[in-house]
């Protein structure tokens, strides 16, 4: 069964910052890496995922870093805006089989941005 | 236009009715999903669904009957309801071999 850790559980930030989230994760057996932004009230949506044969990818204001060797991964946000403040996820795809895909989530970080 | 939709959005009973929610996704995915999300926002599968074939099915109290009358829709029956049964609850759908799962909105179920 695959964990995945996440931190920190909340984060404050000031308007024009970067918000840094780490996650880490067990096995080994995983071909993408998606995060996803959940705001109140509503459902999570998919922000940016990467696969482990690159190190980084960067969507605007949004980077993810991917270390396959300590098995860890990091979402940067740049520039961090008050509309970003929102619960973010990393998750990691466990597929028993090839129909579908089982997301295993973290544990969420609530990002507040001041302005 | 809405890509996964649930009904109703909000449900408040009492303990030991029984309820269900709806689930509807227009993007022609062939996988769908059901995920509660507690009051830590801690969220976690408990069915998934492949051309309306059961293929996932986590450690849930069988009074959590899904329900796939096509692979469009999923439904999640629930029976008996416990205290322990407050949460949100989420349908996601996703193509068969993609990883990027659509969620819906979400239920809030209140048991009183």
């Known amino acids: 069964q695959q964990q995945v850790k996440q931190s920190p559980q909340s984060l404050i930030v000031q308007k024009g910052g970067i918000s840094i989230i780490n996650c880490a994760y067990e096995n080994t057996a995983f071909d993408y890496f998606p995060w996803y932004q959940q705001f109140p009230g509503k459902g999570p949506a998919l922000l940016i995922a990467i696969r482990p044969d690159v190190s980084e990818k960067k969507e605007g204001r949004f980077t993810i870093s991917f270390n396959k060797s300590a098995k860890q991964f990091s979402l940067h946000i740049m520039d961090s805006q008050p509309g970003d403040s929102a619960t973010y996820f990393c998750?990691?795809?466990?597929?028993?089989?090839?129909?579908?895909?089982?997301?295993?989530f973290g544990g969420g970080t609530r990002v507040l941005v001041k302005p | 236009d809405t890509a996964v939709s649930q009904t109703p959005k909000y449900l408040v009973t009492q303990m030991g009715n029984d309820k269900s929610i709806k689930c509807e996704q227009n993007?022609?995915?062939?996988?769908m999903y059901w995920y509660k999300q507690d009051s830590k926002k801690f969220l976690k599968i408990m069915f998934s669904y492949n051309n309306k074939e059961l293929i996932i099915n986590e450690t849930v109290p069988n009074r959590f009957s899904p329900k796939s009358p096509d692979k469009a829709h999923l439904n999640l029956h629930i029976n008996s309801l416990e205290l322990g049964d407050s949460a949100v609850y989420f349908c996601?759908?996703?193509?068969?071999?993609?990883?990027?799962?659509?969620f819906g909105d979400g239920t809030r179920l209140s048991i009183l």
């Open positions: 998750a990691a795809p466990y597929s028993p089989d090839s129909a579908g895909n089982k997301l295993t």
């Open positions: 996601a759908s996703s193509p068969t071999t993609g990883a990027a799962q659509h």
């Open positions: 993007l022609g995915h062939d996988t």
